[in-house]
T-cell receptor
Framework: NAGVMQNPRHLVRRRGQEARLRCSPM?????VYWYRQLPEEGLKFMVY????????ESGMPKERFSAEFPKEGPSILRIQQVVRGDSAAYFC??????????????FGEGSRLTVL | EDKVVQSPLSLVVHEGDTVTLNCSYE??????LLWYKQEKKAPTFLFML????IEKKSGRLSSILDKKELFSILNITATQTGDSAVYLC???????????FGDGTTLTVKP
């Protein structure tokens, strides 16, 4: 049973370009979460999605950032017109519906975005 | 706003030492507290605590929750260099499925 798969693992972009990060949840998991981790900091919640629905995007910046989890295919976190401050590790996590109350998350290995 | 605070932020010990990591929280609608270990990549699950006073144990690691004083501790006995990692404490928000994480404790175990 494959774990949470994220790609790319590393992404380098110049200021103003777009970054697209992909996440395939574990088999049987229908809940996807995106977290951002800056150096020397903990994980900060960005967005929580179920298939075709954004449940909570309270942690996501209002501009330039968007996320989706289509009926088919991986979840995508999209950052438009990247700036240096977007450089971070972006972690995707998934959970099955039955874990929703206790909150255990299964994490991917992260996508490290570097903005030059 | 939910808040999770971990201490110390970093800790350096020698192999064989025992360490105690702390996590305090202020959240609405508490259901559980989770500990994760992060070694340069994906955080991996260690423990989930829901009840006060019941110790969870896995090998040399153990953890306990105090819901009255709103904190949890993670103990590691007879530390090994492989225990070097960032230990994260998290409290889920049951309404939205998201979790609030502390900033982590970076543990370095020297040989």
């Amino acid at each position: 049973n494959a774990g949470v798969m994220q790609n790319p693992r590393h992404l380098v972009r110049r200021r103003g370009q777009e970054a697209r990060l992909r996440c395939s949840p574990m088999k049987g998991h229908s809940h996807v979460y995106w977290y951002r981790q800056l150096p020397e900091e903990g994980l900060k919640f960005m967005v929580y999605l179920q298939k075709e629905n954004i449940i909570d995007e309270s942690g996501m910046p209002k501009e330039r950032f968007s996320a989706e989890f289509p009926k088919e295919g991986p979840s995508i976190l999209r950052i438009q017109q990247v700036v240096r401050g977007d450089s971070a590790a972006y972690f995707c996590a998934s959970s099955p519906p039955t874990n929703r109350g206790t909150g255990e998350l299964f994490f991917g290995e992260g996508s490290r975005l570097t903005v030059l | 706003e939910d808040k999770v605070v971990q201490s110390p932020l970093s800790l350096v010990v020698h192999e064989g030492d025992t360490v105690t990591l702390n996590c305090s929280y202020e959240v609405t609608n508490f259901r559980s507290l989770l500990w994760y270990k992060q070694e340069k990549k994906a955080p991996t699950f260690l423990f989930m605590l829901t009840s006060s006073g019941i110790e969870k144990k896995s090998g040399r690691l153990s953890s306990i929750l105090d819901k009255k004083e709103l904190f949890s501790i993670l103990n590691i006995t007879a530390t090994q260099t492989g225990d070097s990692a960032v230990y994260l404490c998290a409290v889920p928000n049951t309404n939205a499925g998201k979790s609030t994480f502390g900033d982590g404790t970076t543990l370095t175990v020297k040989p």
